[in-house]
């Protein structure tokens, strides 16, 4: 019976001193929790776009449709690609006029729901007859520096573009274009853009747009 009671003190007393002698496990920080990003670079465009310019004393208007795709693969970085076909009515005579850009862009964060972007690229535009092959066309470089604003269902983009391409109206344009979301991943939007030079060609150059945007 004793040896017992001393077998079993001396079991205890072992498992005692196995314990202090383990050391606590230390708190974990909990982990970092990712900001969404509100705004949106991945996305694609579609809508309606008219133009009006006056051309050696002569008003030039254009109705036509655009296309504009968007894609983020990593934060603070984009690609976008932008066309656009508009039907040209210059002096009762029908002209045909296709732009498109491919670019890259980058943002910064200035608040959550504030961005400084900048976007650079190519520039392409062809300006011909309807239903002949005649005409001319350019390319050139493009820079948009802008700010993009998000508050609650509305966001909104302010910014300026410069164009070196000859065929593109403007060498300089302001633009704005606001969006309301109606759906998590559709947006309606309108747009207008006015141009800050008068050309050689070309004065009072105004644009506008409205359209969807869907994003991913």
């Known amino acids: ?16 001193s196995a314990h202090a002698g383990t050391a606590p496990i230390a708190p974990q920080p909990p982990a970092e929790v990712e900001q969404p990003i509100l705004i949106s670079y991945s996305n ?22 655009g296309i504009g795709l968007e894609f983020s693969p990593v934060n603070h970085l984009y690609f976008a690609v932008r066309g656009s076909w508009t ?25 959550e729901n504030i961005h400084f972007v900048a ?6 535009a062809d300006l011909s007859l309807a ?7 350019d390319w050139g470089v493009y820079v948009t520096p802008h700010l993009r604003m998000k508050w ?13 391409n000859d065929v593109i109206t403007s060498e300089y344009n302001a633009f704005v274009r606001l969006m309301f979301e109606v759906a998590p991943q559709v947006d309606l939007f309108v747009g ?17 747009q409205a359209g969807v945007r869907f994003k991913f």
């Open 119 to 124: 976007e650079v690229g190519a520039s392409y």
């Open 1 to 16: 019976m004793i040896k017992q009671s001393l077998t079993s003190l001396a079991v205890l007393l072992m498992a005692a």
């Open 87 to 111: 039907d040209i009515d210059f002096a009762g005579v029908d002209f045909d006029y296709w732009q498109g850009n491919a670019g890259i862009g980058g943002y910064i964060p200035i608040t």
């Open 192 to 208: 207008g853009n006015v141009g800050l030079d008068n050309g050689d060609a070309f004065d009072d150059v105004f644009g506008a």
């Open 152 to 164: 609650g269902a509305f966001e909104t983009h302010v910014g300026v573009t410069y164009n070196s």
């Open 131 to 137: 239903d002949f092959d005649v005409g001319t066309d």
């Open 44 to 65: 694609l465009s579609l809508g309606y776009n008219y133009s009006s310019a006056d051309l050696l004393g002569f008003d030039v208007d254009g109705h036509g449709a």
